[in-house]
């Protein structure tokens, strides 16, 4: 039995439903939401109307509050043997900077994250979402972010196939500090989550599987 409580991220591109899901999640096993900081970043607007320019500036932001949100979560609620389900992996940074950053710059940033990410918390669970490029900006559009009114269909090509290369556990980016999580495949083109109840009780067989896995709840 695990003597912290069992951390569960949901990971995938932009507009995939992570918020969604870990919002079902956490109110179906009861644990505490960890939600990742967006639209507080001061960045992100100039961001997707000039990636190349502002692009080191924002993912720095996201990498201080990212590392800042799980020495807190560990701190207040791992530790004390709460569980937590969480809406992001902090190796989206590295998938989000690989994709913006210029070589020289990435190497930096890379350093920096390794740093970093070495203490903090990593997911004993990962569900891992991906869905068609047009179902995700057909996504995007409806939840209507300013920021995101300009998002080009291409960064969310080149996002997914990031995604799809980081989660292949043949890739040489198949990488976690410490301890391999177990990783949820789940291809939601096709799924409701949030309406549907079958899908939703699809997916939470699949965490409640997973959690068997680590043994369970101590």
Do not use: W
């Not at 939600?35 to 001061?42: A, G, K, S, Y």
């Not at 902090?90 to 020289?104: E, H, Q, S, V, Y």
């Not at 960064?155 to 980016?173: C, Q």
């Amino acid at each position: 039995m695990k003597n912290k409580g069992i951390f569960i991220a949901i990971e995938g591109p932009i507009g995939v439903g992570k918020t969604t899901l870990a919002t079902i999640l956490s109110n179906h096993f009861n644990h505490t939401l960890l939600r990742e900081i967006v639209e507080e970043n001061p960045f992100l607007s100039k961001f997707y109307n000039d990636i190349k320019e502002y692009a080191l500036q924002t993912e720095a932001f996201f990498l201080f509050n990212r590392v800042k949100q799980l020495e807190d979560i560990e701190k207040n609620t791992l530790s004390k043997s709460q569980c937590v389900i969480s809406d992001y992996h902090i190796i989206k940074n590295l998938i989000f900077a690989g994709l913006t950053l210029d070589k020289m710059q990435f190497h930096r940033y890379k350093q920096v994250y390794n740093t970093f990410v070495n203490d903090l918390p990593q997911p004993d669970i990962i569900v891992y979402l991906n869905s068609h490029t047009d179902i995700l900006m057909k996504k995007i559009a409806l939840r209507d972010r300013s920021f995101e009114r300009q998002m080009d269909r291409n960064y969310i090509d080149e996002l997914s196939r990031e995604y799809k290369y980081y989660f292949n556990p043949l890739s040489i980016k198949h990488n976690f500090m410490g301890t391999e999580p177990i990783i949820i495949e789940v291809d939601n083109s096709n799924l409701d989550f949030l309406n549907n109840e079958k899908d939703k009780a699809f997916i939470i067989n699949k965490v409640e599987q997973a959690i068997k896995q680590l043994g369970g709840y101590a």
